[in-house]
C-alpha cells in the first residue's frame, strides 16, 4: 500500500528467499565495514603508541603503587619486604652506639658486626684495652637488656668482648720462612 501517509509497502519474500540488496543497503554495509576496520586499526596503533611510552599504565588522580615514593618510604619499603627489619635495626643501633652506652665507653669500644642467627643473635664489642673489656663483660647483661628494650625482646642474646688486638706482626730480615713469629717457639 503506498498512499498519500507517506508509507512504503515493503515487499515480502516469495517463497522464502532474500531479495537482492539494492544500493543503498550495500553502501550501508560497506560504510559499517569500512568503520570497524578503521576502529581496529585506531586500537593497533593506539597499542604500537602505548607500548612505545612504556605500556598504556598511567598513574590517575588518585595514589596507586606506580607513583614515586619519598626516599624514606621506599627504603622502609624495600627492608620490610626483604625481611631486614632487625638488621637494619642493630644498624641503627651501632650509628647511635654513644647515646646506648654512655660516651666513657663508646670511646673506648666499638660495636664490630651483628650475628643475626637465630639460634646466636651474638653483637660482637671490641675495646681499646683489656681495662675496658673486663668492664664492658660486667655491664653486658645491663646492656644487653637496654638493647632487648629498644630494639625488641629476644634481638642480641650475647654480648661478645674482644680485647685489644695484639700488634701486627711484621716479616722483616731475620724471619725464618713459614714463621709466626715469637708464639711459635713457646707452644
Keep these: 500500500m503506498s498512499g498519500a501517509s507517506g508509507e512504503q509497502s515493503q515487499e515480502r519474500p ?13 553502501a550501508r554495509v560497506a560504510l559499517r565495514a569500512a568503520k570497524e576496520q578503521a576502529r581496529a586499526r585506531g586500537a ?13 599504565l598511567r598513574s590517575g588522580a588518585r595514589a596507586d603503587g606506580r607513583d614515586p615514593l619519598p626516599l624514606g618510604a621506599a627504603i622502609n619499603r624495600l627492608i620490610t619486604e626483604r625481611g631486614w627489619e ?43 684495652s683489656t ?19 629498644d630494639l625488641g625482646h629476644g634481638t642480641v642474646r650475647l654480648i661478645k668482648v674482644l680485647g685489644p688486638g695484639g700488634p701486627q706482626r711484621r716479616f722483616g730480615p731475620l724471619r725464618a720462612p713459614g714463621s709466626t ?4 717457639t713457646y707452644g
Excluded at 16 to 24: I, L, N, R, T, Y
Excluded at 131 to 149: F, G, I, K
Aim: net charge negative; charged share 25%.
Design 86 to 128: 632487625t638488621p637494619a635495626a642493630v644498624g641503627g643501633v651501632m650509628g647511635r652506639w654513644p647515646q646506648i652506652v654512655g660516651e666513657d665507653l663508646a670511646n673506648h669500644c666499638v660495636p664490630l658486626r651483628y650475628d643475626e642467627d637465630p639460634d646466636e643473635r651474638v653483637l660482637t664489642v671490641q675495646c681499646d
Design 181 to 184: 713469629g715469637p708464639g711459635d
Design 44 to 56: 593497533a596503533a593506539q597499542q604500537k603508541k602505548q607500548a612505545r611510552r612504556g605500556g598504556g
Design 131 to 149: 681495662a675496658w673489656a673486663t668492664q664492658l663483660r660486667l655491664l653486658a647483661p645491663q646492656l644487653v637488656a637496654r638493647l632487648n628494650a
Design 14 to 26: 516469495v517463497g522464502g528467499k532474500q531479495p537482492e540488496p539494492s544500493g543503498v543497503d550495500l
